[in-house]
């Protein structure tokens, strides 16, 4: 354990290179992504090869494409083609006999053998806080317990925690987004720790944060501003006795995790797969994903925004938002599929809720929790199912209602993680994986 | 001098109106809705779907001289339809994606249809280019392709100039292109960046744009239509907004005076037949109007409807009567089985 606790120093050690103070600070202001370039290759980061190759090795895997904001399964995966509810939106056929998906989805209907889909998700939430915290978390809060959302999970379970490489990975271009900004502001990793909380990156379209709060007093605004005037004269202080390094292991996880800044890098990757995603920020970032996830992350989360909730102009933005999630999920399953990957990694694509079966006044869906879609590829799924359908509305669920539950449990009893194993930690009532017993979809699983 | 808009008849149709135009005599409307083509008796208030397109239908003219009517649907087509009979006459697909709009030229000659996916273009979602023209002038007799002309996705509104020289176009990116017609030369043209949001909160990517133009009696400016500028375009809360622009000169003339707007987009604009006056209409969000008769020389608001749901397009018929179509927000409940009709059709009187 010492010996590895040195090579872990050894590859994560800050060199004191201007390039290494640089990822520092981008890391800490959550902007790696930006686009400073190193000139230093992920794998010239591992002094040691077998650590090198440890790290990478072979394991279930997942990335979520988490859209939140909540797409329309209508004009995604349970088109209704000339209903009222259909929208102006035509249904294509796919590379399965008989089943149809959204014209704006033309590459996956090509892959559809490879894909996928649950057409019955019914859930309780219809407000998007509720919503994410359950479709992430898969289950509802009781308080004060927090329940890990499933990144730390997978994270915790199949990840390396002494790994340099962040295990669980947050990718957001745009972490504004109401909701799903509050949600992201809670506790992440819940009562696992917060050593399986997400590395987040991104952050570029940050609304800056220069106004004082009401509820902050003039005081206190002077108060903080002296306590942080006093740290940042102790911290350059400590630098230049280059004590910084050796203050506590948590600074120490923080240097390691800039050590594998260049993964974060997306001016690094090669501009012909750029193209293939998209210039969108959401493929790119996609592309990041896969990028981590090739290089031994074990969970990333790609996000931006809430681009899906839309009360207003729904097929004036699902449009656009529906033709990038289509190419991505195309580029990303073939990539995976082609470094022979597939088989181990899990990708998800799915928001909080659906939309509803009708439009609004303003042009738009709303919120839809009783009958809606979302993907599934890879990773100890079965590929080309298509489980439970809704009615010709799409108004209910009409065979196979799948909750929050049964999907946590099918995502992982694919990934090879017990859905039923109880959490035993100090302190904590009896908890399980996945409450109520239920089954996984067996339909799903492979094998 | 203000007018006071009173409505003097209304009923509704299955589905909402998304555009219209009368018939000759002006006692019959045809409703271009997003479950086909209505033939609507406006006083009798009987109405018969004649007809559909393979999605909704977006928009309708007619050609007196012909005595035809031309739909155009997000399918892409635009289609020719006898008057007389309502049989189906020609259909031309004109586009790959959706025709927005449609307009036809006041000497009957030609029609005007545009389209434009948006597309992710770059990191920050500007719209792609197009991958077809974007805006299409056709004959109007025989639907042959006279013109077709580029610009950036998507394009949503259109309008000829009344002396039928010109035509403008204006897209999501509030720019709007001023061509000859004749030659299909560009000839003008001005951008707004006024009607268009990027959303900082929650959609990273644009949305809005020029919804409705119209140009000015004399041709010399372009008055358009939208939404204001939003942080969180879902939230629909953008200014009732109206610009005029010299577009020869890309100079901005006028504009919604603040204190008279309320929020929400607005798609619709006619110009009032005394030509002194513009009517424009959309949505209400927040305020006490969605439809507003405006002075065109003061830009003064001279009179209001609140008409309760969405406004699409407002025509004047040959009594300087006001006839509004649009729609209510889509059921959600059936009576067994049947949804209850929520497309709308209004008639009102202008007084001073």
Known sequence: MAEHSENQNRVTGDCGSPEHRAHRRLFLQGAMASGLASAASFNALFSVPALAQETKKRGKKCILLWLCGAPSQFETWDPKPGTISGGPFAAIPTSIPGLQISQLMPRCASIMDKLSVIRSMSTEPSEHFQGIDVLTRGEQPRPPFTRPILGSVVAEQLGQLDSPVPQFVLLEPCPEGNEFKSFKAGNWAGWLGAQYGPVRSGGEFAIPDILKPESLSQLDHEDREALRSFLSRKFQNDQQSQAAEGYNAAFNRVKGLMSCAPLFDLEKLPQADRDRYGPGAFAQYALQARHLIENGSTFVMVANGMPWDNHVFQHEMHQMLVPELDNILFQLIGDLEDRGMLQDTMVIAMGEFGRTPWLNEARGRDHYSKAWSLAMAGGGIRPGVVVGQTDPLGFEVTENPIDNRRLFATIFKALGIDPKEQYDLPDLPTFHRVEGNVQPIEELLVG | ?352
């Open chain 2, 1 to 352: 001098m203000q007018k006071t808009i009173t409505r003097i008849h209304d009923f509704k149709l299955p589905t909402a109106i998304l555009g219209a135009c009368l018939l000759q005599d002006h006692r019959e409307l045809i409703a271009a809705c997003l479950d086909g083509i209505y033939r609507v008796e406006l006083d009798t208030k009987k109405h018969q779907r004649i007809g559909g397109h393979d999605s909704y239908v977006s928009s309708a003219v007619y050609i007196p001289e012909q005595q035809t009517f031309i739909t155009a649907g997000y399918d892409g087509k635009l289609k020719w339809f006898s008057a007389q009979d309502n049989s189906l006459l020609r259909e031309e697909k004109v586009h790959a994606f959706w025709s927005w709009d449609m307009a036809l030229s006041a000497d009957q000659r030609w029609l005007a249809s545009v389209t434009g996916q948006y597309l992710a273009g770059d990191y920050k979602y500007s719209p792609a280019q197009e991958t077809e023209a974007s805006v299409k002038i056709l004959d109007a007799t025989d639907g042959k392709l006279v013109h077709a002309l580029r610009h950036v996705p998507s394009v949503q509104s259109v309008a000829f100039s009344h002396n039928s020289q010109w035509i403008a176009a204006g897209n999501l990116m509030g720019e709007v292109r001023v061509w000859d017609v004749a030659s299909g030369e560009q000839v003008g043209g001005f951008e707004s960046k006024d009607f268009t949001s990027w959303g900082i909160i929650k959609s990273h990517c644009y949305l809005g744009g020029i919804f409705a133009m119209e140009f000015s009696p004399d041709d010399s400016e372009l008055i358009v239509c939208g939404m204001g500028d939003m942080r969180d375009p879902m939230a629909g809360n953008g200014k009732q907004l109206w610009q005029r622009w010299n577009w020869k000169e890309s100079k901005l003339v006028a504009q919604t005076n603040e204190k008279q707007a309320g929020e929400g987009l607005m798609e619709s604009l006619v110009l009032h037949p005394a030509r002194d006056s513009f009517l424009m209409g959309g949505r209400l969000r927040g305020g006490d109007w969605n439809a507003a008769l405006f002075d065109l020389s003061s830009g003064e608001r001279i009179g209001t409807i609140k008409s309760g749901y969405r406004i699409t397009q407002m025509l004047f018929d040959n009594q300087g009567r006001l006839v509004v179509v649009g729609g209510q927000g889509q059921p959600g409940k059936s009576n067994e089985g049947k949804f209850p009709d929520f497309g709308r059709v209004e008639v009102y009187e202008l007084k001073t």
